[in-house]
């Protein structure tokens, strides 16, 4: 592919006389100086206006997530007021844009494209959370790589992923896109995408690393009520100690950019909050790219009641916000505020430096156009290589949560009854957040299941609509979704559902969420099955036959009476392209299963947020029906229906006592404990074993358990295997009353299992020194 030379730009940047006074340095430069020397002639040439329009990231295109768009975008591409395009992809598209800005600007300064790649760009993976669920860390690289490779391919610079927010109530739709409850596992996970899309050594300069996106800092996850969008204040302490790690992991693994979060935090909005994006993401971080805004967040500054659209814009700048997506409210006052003294030119400087910078980093001033082509693209978007590994991950990602009396696998011979809205859905099981997953090569689960076993006789019917209200249904539907009513009664569909069951062997019902349940803007109130599918499973049960559920869900769900009556159940999330392959593989067995839940499943909706890593109350409850005055509900006891790090396989593990190397450990020591598992089941499989730690008397009160270690092992039937864990001194340490990162002297707990409740248990002590 034929590149726009840019040599002339670069000659004549080199030749300006802020340039030639540091063209004969003493030693060699190092890339920073060259990267600021470059930056600095560029700069040297740039209006104010032109360092105003790098602040600008505009969207084109279709998938819009506010209520505002993008006008003008050609028009103020030519005249240098754009520095980055959102939610267009193409070698086609994108050249065009970059020619524009290349040929038709005065400064010829290259754009740079960005796109919601989540899980995966072309070829879609399992959403977030059940990506997490496969507790493996080389898929979730994997699925990163790919997603690059893609997303390069198609022309795309930056991804706006990972997104590490900690998540504890599954009211809250965007649970769906992160890893989770738990920060050791959410920081695993972002150091895991970090290096996927950027690549091990971070050199975004090559044509198929992506810059990534950590999102949304901060706090996103623990909006009030689990409604979106909703306010966030929390102590300091909980926030350094259970929010905060996984931002910090991507940050140290090195990402590229960060986006601020739309939410208030302590009292000041996120994107307005210096205190979060200068002094503890720069100064104590030491985070060195770019910060962009949510959509529009600098503009919503004003419903948070912080002033006016010039106020916000000084504040956003102020704070650290180097980029405004969409709002265009840079654009619009910062030249006033300099005039007025609101903020200075060395602020408005610093953020154009940092966006030039990124794009200097990411090699756009050498070629613009990242040598994307038509045929590099033909040859790397969805290749087999790439739907291989998305059935493989999905099925990793898939969670057992209940098998009696061995109802799974399933025998490929006799008949089965596939009921259930989501039985045939293509466009649900690539869940949302897959704007350029093309919904028709996702694969049903009906199209699965009759792959797999061709001589099976499946038998479909819908037996209930996802949500009887023709008001979702739109709402659903607004955002791409393709959702139609079923009109006939349900004791009709249901009456259906259950002749065709009465004729089968078996019933696997296909139930759960549309995929526009879960995601932005969705949070729920219920979060049980919407719609009529309880009823129906009910008359399914009614009919006796052995009845399997498959889960299609973004959040924990409460499944009190599918957890009693169902024979069998697999919580296959939104699986990706390869869903119903994947379904298949685990359903007949060609798969053992093998995911374990990263947030914990409530009983009842009244009990969330709900997590396992909670501090003891003075007053814990301990099962015992009669002590009322205790830290309890009156209607439900304190379990959740399916704890953290839960999920069955089809055979079973056993675990010795765990032995520790010492049981009295200095500050500088690392602490070994051992575990053997053993594979004492039917069927070779793979176990996650799980570490947690307890420090039992703190200067501020500790959680009663936290993960601090996982190993995912394939044991073959009959194998046992010794798994050795390691815990550093760092592992012993919390953020205290001075936020000062610290292990105390004294007791400590370790418990090892298969879940967080199932463990066994072993202490030592850390002594003073
Ligand atoms: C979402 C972000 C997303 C952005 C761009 C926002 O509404 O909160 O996660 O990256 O839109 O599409």
């Not at 790098?54 to 993008?70: H, I």
Request: charge should be positive.
């Amino acid at each position: 592919m034929k590149r726009i030379p840019l040599a002339a730009l670069a000659l004549a940047l080199l030749a300006s006389p802020a340039a030639q006074a540091q063209k004969k340095p003493a030693a060699a430069p190092t890339a920073d100086q060259k990267m600021k020397q470059f930056i600095d002639g560029l700069m040297g040439k740039m209006t104010q206006d032109e360092k105003i329009g790098q602040l600008n990231l505009v969207s084109v295109g279709f998938d819009v997530t506010g209520p505002v768009v993008s006008k003008d975008v050609d028009a103020n591409i030519r005249k240098g007021l754009v520095g980055g395009v959102f939610n267009t992809f193409t070698p086609v598209a994108i050249r065009k844009l970059q020619e524009m800005a290349l040929k038709e600007s005065r400064l010829h300064i290259p754009l740079m494209f960005g796109y919601d790649v989540i899980h995966g760009h072309r070829t879609i993976f399992p959403i977030p959370l059940g990506l997490a669920a496969s507790w493996d860390m080389a898929a979730v690289e994997q699925s990163a790589r790919i997603a690059a490779e893609e997303s390069t391919a198609d022309g795309l610079d930056w991804v706006f992923s990972p997104m590490v927010d900690i998540a504890r109530d599954a009211r809250w739709g965007r649970i769906a896109e992160g890893a989770g409850e738990d920060p050791y596992l959410g920081s695993r996970i972002a150091r895991a995408m970090v290096r996927g899309y950027q690549g091990p050594g971070n050199d975004l300069t090559k044509d198929n690393t992506v810059m990534a996106c950590l999102k949304h800092f901060a706090l996103y996850g623990a909006a009030e009520a689990g409604r979106d969008y909703n306010t966030t204040d929390m102590s300091l302490q909980r926030m350094y100690n259970e929010y905060l790690p996984p931002y910090k992991a991507a940050v140290d693994a090195g990402v590229g950019s960060v986006m601020s979060s739309f939410n208030d935090v302590n009292g000041t909005p996120a994107t307005g909050n210096k205190w979060l994006m200068t002094d503890l993401l720069r100064k104590q971080w030491g985070f060195k790219g770019f910060v962009v805004t949510d959509y529009t967040a600098i503009n919503e500054m004003m419903e948070h009641g912080m002033g006016n659209a010039a106020q916000v814009s000084a504040l956003a700048l102020n704070a650290g916000i180097d980029q405004d997506m969409v709002g265009e409210i840079y654009l619009k006052n910062v030249a006033d505020n300099i005039k007025s003294g609101a903020v200075s030119k060395a602020q408005l400087d610093a953020a154009c430096r940092r966006i030039l910078e990124a794009k200097y980093k990411l090699g756009l001033f050498q070629d613009p156009y990242r040598n994307v082509s038509a045929q590099r693209a033909t040859s790397t978007l969805v290749k087999p290589e790439f739907i291989a590994a998305a059935r493989d991950i999905a099925r990793k990602s898939m969670v057992l949560l209940k098998n009696e009396r061995s109802t799974l696998p399933l025998k490929k011979t006799g008949s089965i009854a596939l009921i259930g809205p989501l039985a045939n859905r293509q466009r649900d099981v690539i869940g949302n957040w897959s704007g350029a997953g093309d919904w028709k090569q996702a694969v049903s689960v009906e199209q699965g299941l009759r792959a797999a076993a061709p001589s099976l006789k499946i038998t479909y019917a819908k037996g209930a609509n996802i949500a009887d209200d023709a008001q979702m249904l739109e709402r659903l539907n607004a955002h791409g979704g393709d959702l139609e009513l079923d009109k006939r009664s349900s004791e009709e569909m249901i009456r259906e559902a259950v002749q065709v069951a009465q004729a089968a062997d078996v019933v696997v019902a296909v139930v759960g969420e549309s995929q526009g349940m879960t995601g932005e803007a969705a949070s729920r109130s219920d979060i049980g099955l919407p719609g009529q599918q309880l009823a129906l499973l009910k008359a399914l049960k009614a009919t006796g036959k052995p009845m399997v559920l498959v889960l299609m869900n973004g959040r924990p769900m409460t499944l009190p009476w599918e957890n009693q009556n169902a024979d069998a159940i697999l919580e296959t999330w939104f699986a990706g392209t390869q869903a119903g392959h994947a379904i298949a593989d685990v359903l007949f067995g060609a798969y053992n299963p093998s995911g374990k839940i990263t947030a914990t499943f409530p009983q009842v909706v009244g009990q969330v947020p709900l997590y396992y890593n909670h501090k003891n109350t003075g007053r814990p409850f301990g099962g015992e029906k009669l002590d009322k005055y205790k830290s309890r509900y009156l209607d439900v006891s304190n379990e959740p229906l399916y704890p953290f790090g839960y999920g069955l396989s089809y055979t079973t593990f056993s675990y010795g006592k765990p032995t520790l190397s010492k049981t009295t450990l200095s500050p500088t020591e690392t602490l070994e404990v051992k575990v053997t598992v053993q594979n004492t089941g039917n069927y070779d499989g793979e176990e996650v074993a799980q570490l947690y730690l307890r420090d039992v008397v703190g200067s501020i009160s500790r959680p009663v358990k936290e993960l601090k270690g996982f190993q995912k092992v394939m044991l073959k039937k009959g194998e046992s295997k010794t798994l050795t864990f390691r815990l550093a001194p760092n592992d012993l340490k919390f953020y205290n009353n001075d936020l000062k990162f610290v292990a105390e002297p004294g007791d400590f707990k370790v418990f090892v299992g298969g879940n967080s409740r199932d463990v066994q248990e072993v202490s030592f002590k850390l002594a003073a020194k």
